[in-house]
């Protein structure tokens, strides 16, 4: 029963991995990845965005999540298959400077935890794992995430095997417990030495959320620079990327035109860890728009500024999947408008659907987590195609493929402002077959190299397009905290939004949220209009001729009446 349980597993792996290269629309990037200004770029100078999955590997048994669910390899070619490019893949700091540790087999660590069903779980889905060493079992996985074209960053999560983050757990800053500097380095340089001609293998996260009441600038400085020349001496090729303080909030002591004086030049990345909590329950308990602008706000001045002349990679950020989530829920709708806008580099927490052992609980869920707790389904099929937009860069290096246009992004749903004709409604669908909008001085939202534009006709009314954009229902100004309403006047002069309705038609409708009424949701009327020079899909072209030809039959008149 388990040798036919395994063919069949192996079978959906080389399924998946087929279907990923029949149906990939681009090739691998050229490695190894470099810098350039804020960019990512391959060895071609054509940029690459990092559209990552956190996969956990730190814990207790020192292997990766998921082993005694799934075969290594069906979900190595699920990651790929689920649009992400690359693992952030965690490592505990003892995995690399503890050789007694390193020099355990898989089924020696979890016989020394007591996790007899993992061991029969691994047993079963790989059972070319278990007897390895965990640090041989550490790279078969990174050896299958590129056989699947999956990059990998490497990142040094704790010193300790632990569920992280506490204050005061020993493993927060240079000095504490578990956190010896000079130890650190040396594990870094290994890791790098061990990895060094490993292609997949794009980049290191020199340490995982520095924190607690050692904290301090000068340390920083001190340390992260020294562990930055350790991982470029010992493997040139990977990019550097640099935490801050305080849980990976904070960067705003760093100068802007020279940051960190290193040795070498384009491999640096800095990374940044933005979640709801970050800012305790104040999405639940606030306006929303106040709220995102405020936290927006406050990340320009820590973070966001970086972006000026240097990549930002938002290393961890997530939200519960269940979608019972207020605080969550409100956090990930302004969270996808920056993104699309900002156009950053990121990796999603987690790809993990449950924990070997976690805090002490063995086989805890992962309500974060991607995939479901048997790590067989995607949890959250709906929440998980918001992201799916957010994959594919819409600018960068390479990638002037059309010449400069906003597309009109939706964050609630990850879907973007879409005319399939001139006399059709405007409606909400995959930002791959977008049209080029423009937003004129003059605040008019047109299709770019037409006479027509967006109006404002009736509250409660699809809005439409026409080719008088001269009045104030032409207009559309950006407004609220979020900046993410555009609003307009009608005819009748009743200001308005745009909106969406309950079938993703584009309507206008009275605009909502723009008191101090913290139960009010503006999601449906957030809107990003989002610089890109992706290429369009060649059918708008022949889509919007058609509908041109056809106005006589269809009667221009009544198509420029309203």
């Given at each position: 029963?388990?040798?036919?349980?395994?063919?069949?597993?192996?079978?959906?792996?080389?399924?998946?991995?087929?279907?990923?290269?029949?149906?990939?629309?681009?090739?691998?990037?050229a490695l190894?990845?470099?810098?350039?200004?804020?960019w990512i770029?391959?060895?071609?100078?054509?940029?690459?965005?990092?559209?990552?999955?956190n996969?956990?590997?730190?814990?207790?048994?020192?292997v990766?999540?998921?082993?005694?669910?799934q075969?290594?390899?069906?979900?190595?070619?699920?990651?790929a298959?689920?649009?992400?490019?690359?693992?952030?893949?965690?490592?505990?700091?003892f995995?690399?400077?503890?050789?007694?540790?390193?020099?355990?087999?898989?089924r020696?660590?979890?016989?020394?935890?007591?996790?007899?069903?993992?061991?029969?779980?691994?047993?079963?889905?790989?059972?070319?794992?278990?007897?390895?060493?965990?640090?041989?079992?550490?790279?078969?996985?990174?050896?299958s995430?590129?056989?699947?074209d999956?990059?990998?960053?490497?990142?040094?999560?704790?010193?300790?095997?632990?569920?992280?983050?506490?204050?005061?757990?020993?493993?927060?800053?240079?000095?504490?417990?578990?956190?010896?500097?000079?130890?650190?380095?040396?594990?870094l340089?290994?890791?790098?030495?061990?990895?060094?001609?490993?292609?997949?293998?794009?980049?290191?996260?020199?340490r995982?959320e520095?924190?607690?009441?050692?904290?301090?600038?000068?340390?920083?400085?001190?340390?992260?620079?020294?562990?930055?020349e350790?991982?470029?001496?010992?493997?040139?090729?990977?990019?550097?990327?640099?935490s801050?303080l305080?849980?990976?909030?904070?960067?705003?002591?760093?100068?802007?035109?020279?940051?960190?004086?290193?040795?070498?030049?384009?491999?640096?990345?800095?990374?940044?860890?933005?979640?709801?909590?970050?800012?305790?329950?104040?999405?639940?308990?606030?306006n929303?728009?106040?709220?995102?602008?405020?936290?927006?706000?406050?990340l320009?001045?820590?973070?966001?500024?970086?972006?000026?002349r240097?990549?930002?990679?938002?290393?961890?950020?997530?939200?519960?999947?269940?979608?019972?989530?207020?605080?969550?829920?409100?956090?990930?709708?302004?969270?996808?408008?920056?993104?699309?806008?900002?156009?950053?580099?990121?990796a999603?927490?987690?790809?993990v659907?449950?924990?070997y052992?976690?805090?002490?609980?063995?086989?805890?869920?992962?309500?974060?987590g991607?995939?479901?707790?048997?790590w067989?389904?995607?949890?959250?099929?709906?929440?998980?195609?918001?992201?799916?937009?957010?994959?594919?860069p819409?600018?960068g290096?390479?990638?002037?493929?059309?010449?400069?246009?906003?597309?009109?992004?939706?964050?609630?749903t990850?879907?973007?402002?879409?005319?399939?004709?001139?006399?059709?409604?405007?409606?909400?669908g995959?930002?791959?077959?977008?049209?080029?909008?423009?937003?004129?001085?003059?605040k008019?939202?047109?299709?770019?190299?037409?006479?027509?534009?967006?109006?404002?006709?009736?509250?409660?009314?699809?809005?439409?397009?026409?080719?008088?954009?001269?009045?104030?229902n032409?207009?559309?100004d950006?407004?609220?905290?979020?900046?993410?309403?555009?609003?307009?006047?009608?005819?009748?002069?009743?200001?308005?939004?745009?909106d969406?309705?309950?079938?993703?038609?584009?309507?206008?409708?009275?605009?909502?949220?723009f008191?101090?009424?913290?139960?009010?949701?503006?999601?449906?009327?957030?809107?990003k209009?989002?610089?890109?020079?992706?290429s369009?899909s060649?059918?708008?072209t022949?889509?919007?001729?058609?509908?041109i030809?056809?106005?006589?039959?269809?009667?221009?008149?009544?198509?420029l009446?309203?």
């Amino acid at each position: 029963m388990v040798v036919g349980r395994r063919r069949r597993d192996i079978t959906l792996s080389r399924l998946l991995t087929l279907l990923i290269s029949l149906s990939s629309t681009s090739s691998a990037a050229a490695l190894p990845l470099s810098t350039s200004s804020r960019w990512i770029v391959d060895e071609t100078g054509q940029r690459v965005k990092l559209a990552c999955a956190n996969w956990v590997s730190h814990l207790e048994p020192v292997v990766a999540e998921g082993l005694s669910k799934q075969p290594l390899g069906a979900i190595s070619a699920r990651i790929a298959a689920l649009g992400f490019n690359c693992v952030r893949l965690t490592w505990p700091l003892f995995l690399a400077t503890n050789d007694s540790l390193a020099s355990l087999t898989v089924r020696q660590s979890f016989q020394r935890l007591g996790l007899a069903d993992s061991i029969s779980g691994i047993q079963a889905n790989n059972p070319e794992i278990i007897d390895l060493s965990l640090m041989e079992a550490y790279q078969a996985v990174v050896s299958s995430l590129g056989a699947n074209d999956v990059m990998v960053i490497l990142d040094n999560h704790v010193s300790k095997p632990r569920w992280c983050c506490g204050y005061n757990d020993g493993n927060g800053f240079f000095g504490d417990q578990y956190f010896d500097p000079d130890l650190w380095i040396d594990g870094l340089a290994r890791m790098a030495t061990l990895f060094n001609g490993v292609r997949n293998v794009v980049g290191m996260s020199l340490r995982n959320e520095l924190r607690g009441p050692r904290q301090n600038v000068k340390d920083w400085y001190k340390y992260m620079q020294r562990g930055a020349e350790a991982v470029h001496a010992s493997n040139p090729d990977v990019l550097v990327i640099l935490s801050g303080l305080s849980y990976d909030k904070d960067l705003s002591f760093l100068n802007l035109d020279r940051p960190v004086n290193l040795s070498f030049s384009g491999k640096l990345v800095f990374e940044l860890h933005w979640y709801a909590f970050t800012d305790g329950s104040a999405w639940a308990s606030g306006n929303p728009n106040r709220v995102c602008g405020q936290v927006v706000g406050n990340l320009k001045r820590l973070s966001f500024f970086l972006l000026q002349r240097w990549p930002l990679f938002v290393s961890e950020f997530g939200v519960d999947q269940r979608g019972t989530n207020v605080n969550d829920n409100r956090y990930l709708n302004c969270f996808a408008g920056v993104a699309a806008d900002l156009d950053f580099d990121w990796a999603m927490w987690t790809l993990v659907g449950s924990y070997y052992l976690r805090e002490g609980a063995v086989g805890m869920d992962e309500c974060y987590g991607a995939l479901d707790w048997n790590w067989g389904e995607v949890r959250n099929s709906s929440l998980f195609q918001r992201f799916r937009a957010l994959q594919a860069p819409f600018k960068g290096p390479g990638l002037s493929e059309t010449t400069p246009h906003k597309v009109i992004f939706h964050p609630a749903t990850g879907l973007c402002v879409l005319r399939k004709s001139l006399l059709e409604p405007l409606k909400l669908g995959p930002c791959t077959e977008s049209e080029a909008w423009k937003y004129t001085p003059q605040k008019i939202l047109s299709l770019k190299a037409t006479y027509f534009c967006i109006q404002a006709v009736e509250a409660g009314k699809p809005a439409k397009l026409g080719i008088t954009c001269s009045g104030p229902n032409s207009k559309w100004d950006i407004v609220s905290e979020s900046k993410m309403h555009l609003s307009s006047n009608t005819s009748n002069g009743a200001s308005v939004c745009l909106d969406v309705d309950s079938n993703n038609n584009i309507v206008t409708s009275s605009c909502k949220c723009f008191s101090t009424d913290n139960a009010c949701d503006p999601s449906s009327q957030w809107f990003k209009l989002v610089e890109s020079t992706r290429s369009l899909s060649a059918t708008r072209t022949f889509d919007l001729l058609d509908s041109i030809l056809d106005l006589p039959r269809k009667g221009l008149v009544s198509f420029l009446s309203f």
